[in-house]
């Protein structure tokens, strides 16, 4: 698949997805928290100089966070592998991350009130659990997360204050704080974590929004291209029998009635069968191209094909052709095998769509050159000629479906512009990459990069 | 005598294209437009080679004429041509050089014919 593609799945993770891998984040991070407050009671003591910390409680409260974030774990191995075999179910997903919310905020405000209440500074760590809920849980449960935040907060200041709580300052140089500075404390949490709150919930609206009408598009997208598909074959094959008959009745005309109709009528005959031929090339390569179009979004078959093997056979079929143009045909291959991850069907079009065009646009008496080698991780195609070349104009079109040269239209009626079309979409579906270099009158290079197996 | 050949095909300007090849090069021709009516011709006139199109009303109609054709011990000898624009039109993969073990039809062409392939397979197939 090629890339691009690979990026716009990746934005439109469901959203059930989304919530079940932020909660595995949330275990993650508390493993972090329960790290952290094992550090900061030596720390604060040893060095910042809070000899009053209240060590005991502090890791006491780190190892209930401990136990609790096993059994988080356990939880949400059970949530994800429900027993009926069937996805995970969302409203528990989303309750279990609501009560690790509200359990964490619990044991935030416990560790504030044992290391110095509103005084310490990590009572910032409230901003965190507000984004956080406001980018998983909706709206109304964000504000909620914020009330509950500020609620805890402000009990905590205010029973401290009022001496309900024992205050725990961190030495003996914070004083009780006057009630002026609880007020204060207490309005600055409330408008950062509201604030903070309608922030994050406007962007993650608006992202949401802009990712649902994303899913839309490309959905929409998707369908049209499968239409699109189908139309193609449908034509192509309502097309196909009647330019059958057509041709098969020129034919017999010609053959039949040669003699009566005059050398005249005979060619114009025999041109009109022609034209018909044309017309069935053309709705052959419209299949080719429908079908491989649709192979790319059911992915076809595939082994792995060495592609040197592959190119000596199909090589053969081109010999004839080349010989009677005088055209010589040169082929190099590495010692090594070429393993390519492909479908032989696949790998023998791209393969005649290049060598059949480089003899069909180099003049008598030219050559054809096809060599594979192999670079690093990847096998390199080279089909190069020495024929009429491409306007350096007309070469960021060359893979665009019905796209001639005007040079090649005038060198030869035939072709339909799909060869290279269809060559490229196989190349990309491969994992791959085509490209051309040519100089009008000189000749053209294509390049094949195709990912080894 | 001329030769006689049964072209059973659903497509009546192919069958009269074909006709007008094949009996300006002296062949004595008939044709039938389904599977049914063209295995009773068969039946009745015994001709020299059967010309036979895979797809006619169902896609795989052609195959079951084929394999009656091939089954019946007075017309098994005959020799069969199958005519074929299977491989291109469907999704329904068919290869005459692997497949042709099960299906054991003469030879196989694909459409639409050269006048001047479809006289040399007749031949062939007659001389054989």
Request: net charge neutral; aromatic share 6%; proline share 4%.
């Amino acid at each position: 698949m090629p890339d691009h593609e690979v990026g716009i799945t990746d934005l439109l993770v469901p959203r059930r997805a989304e919530l079940t891998e932020r909660v595995a984040w949330f275990v993650r991070l508390r493993w972090l928290a329960v790290g952290g407050m094992l550090l900061a009671v030596p720390v604060g003591k040893k060095l910042l100089g809070f000899e009053k910390i209240d060590g005991q409680r502090i890791l006491a409260l780190a190892g209930a966070l401990f136990l609790l974030n096993c059994c988080y774990v356990l939880i949400s191995r059970a949530l994800h592998r429900p027993r009926d075999g069937g996805s995970p179910d969302l409203r528990k997903v989303e309750l279990f991350a609501k009560a690790q919310v509200l359990l964490d905020l619990l044991i935030l405000t416990a560790i504030l009130h044992y290391s110095g209440g509103i005084r310490n500074p990590f009572s910032f760590y409230y901003i965190f659990h507000v984004i956080i809920s406001s980018i998983l849980l909706s709206r109304r449960s964000a504000y909620g997360v914020a009330a509950l935040c500020l609620g805890l907060f402000g009990a905590m200041a205010l029973l401290e204050h009022f001496g309900v709580l024992s205050a725990h300052p961190l030495n003996a140089l914070q004083q009780k704080p006057s009630a002026g500075y609880v007020l204060t404390a207490i309005m600055a949490m409330g408008t950062t974590l509201f604030t903070a709150i309608f922030m994050a919930t406007s962007i993650m609206q608006r992202l949401k929004q802009k990712e649902d009408e994303l899913e839309k598009a490309w959905r929409e997208v998707k369908q049209l291209e499968a239409t699109k598909s189908r139309f193609l074959v449908l034509v192509s094959h309502e097309m196909r029998s009647p330019i059958v008959a057509i041709r098969s009745m020129l034919d017999a005309l010609g053959v039949a009635y040669s003699k009566c109709l005059g050398e005249k009528a005979v060619e114009m005959l025999s041109r009109a069968s022609e034209r018909a031929d044309s017309l069935l090339t053309l709705t052959k390569d419209l299949l080719t191209l429908a079908r491989q179009q649709s192979m790319q979004e059911h992915h076809a078959e595939q082994e792995i094909v060495d592609l040197a093997a592959l190119t000596r056979n199909g090589i053969l079929l081109f010999k004839a052709e080349a010989d009677e143009k005088s055209i010589v045909l040169k082929e190099s291959y590495p010692e090594k095998a070429i393993g390519v991850r492909t479908d032989h069907d696949s790998m023998n079009l791209v393969l005649s769509n290049l060598i059949s065009n480089a003899i069909r646009y180099t003049p008598a008496g030219g050559q054809v050159g096809v060599s594979w080698q192999l670079e690093g991780r990847r096998a390199m195609l080279k089909v190069s000629d020495t024929g009429i070349g491409i306007p350096e104009s007309e070469l960021p079109h060359m893979f665009k479906e019905f796209f001639r040269a005007e040079n090649a239209r005038k060198f030869t009626a035939s072709g339909t512009g799909l060869g290279l079309a269809i060559t490229k979409n196989i190349v990309e579906r491969l994992g791959g990459t085509i490209a051309v270099d040519s100089r009008l009158n000189e000749g053209s290079t294509f390049t094949v990069m195709l990912p080894l197996a | 005598m001329s030769k006689k050949v049964l072209i059973i095909d659903d497509d009546p300007d192919i069958v009269e294209a074909e006709k007008m090849i094949l009996e300006s090069h002296g062949y004595d021709v008939d044709s039938a437009s389904d599977g049914e009516s063209g295995l009773a011709k068969a039946e009745k006139t015994k001709p020299d080679l059967i010309i036979l199109d895979v797809m006619m009303s169902t896609m795989d109609q052609g195959f079951q004429v084929a394999y009656k054709l091939k089954q019946s011990p007075d017309l098994k000898k005959i020799p069969v041509l199958m005519a074929t624009s299977v491989g291109q039109v469907t999704k329904f993969k068919f290869d005459p050089k692997t497949d042709s073990d099960f299906l054991p039809v003469e030879a196989y062409i694909e459409k639409p014919i050269k006048p001047a392939d479809l006289i040399s397979t007749v031949e062939r197939l007659l001389r054989a």
